[in-house]
């Protein structure tokens, strides 16, 4: 593999991470919990930065299944059978997150489906495992599959 069959990949891990980091930066700021314009604004900006980070992060995994052609995942349940299955070894391919990194990337899952149907049931105060996640992908992401990389293209 060359090293231009990777652009595309490095380019959405960064988005997923750069994403995550914007995420993290909304619920720590001073006025997230205000009950006015600037507090809904930064709520609203936490909900889409995980979103968007979670799905960057979707699209660099289709790719590298699609570079080492592995057949993508299909059904109703694609995106948690694509986490589930990226955080193990299938066959010869080692896993390409390893668990605790693939842990995190099913809790970003998880959210971006609970942002997108129950909006606006939105609780603030139980954010904390998605911060962490969101911050765990934020550190750990790329070292990750920069060690996929190496595995399987030394």
């Known amino acids: 593999m060359s090293d231009t069959d990777w652009i595309e990949i490095d380019r959405a891990i960064a988005s997923a991470i750069g994403n995550f980091r914007r ?6 700021h001073p006025a ?4 006015d314009v600037v ?5 609203m900006g936490f909900m889409h930065a995980i979103q968007s980070g979670h799905t960057s992060l979707e699209n660099a995994l289709l790719r590298i299944l699609d570079l080492i052609e592995e057949t993508r995942p299909r059904g109703e349940a694609w995106h948690a059978d694509l986490i589930g299955r990226v955080g193990q070894a299938v066959g010869q391919r080692p896993a390409i997150l390893p668990p605790g990194v693939a842990a995190s990337a099913d809790e ?5 489906n609970r942002a997108t149907r129950a909006y606006d049931n939105f ?12 911050n765990d992908l934020a550190q750990n992401l790329s070292e990750a599959v920069a060690r996929f990389r190496q595995a399987i293209d030394p």
């Open 23 to 28: 995420g993290i930066e909304f619920s720590h």
């Open 32 to 35: 997230f919990h205000a009950d």
């Open 39 to 43: 507090g809904a604004a930064l709520r």
């Open 123 to 134: 609780d603030p105060d139980r954010i904390t495992p998605t911060v962490a996640a969101a």
């Open 108 to 112: 970003t899952r998880r959210f971006r």
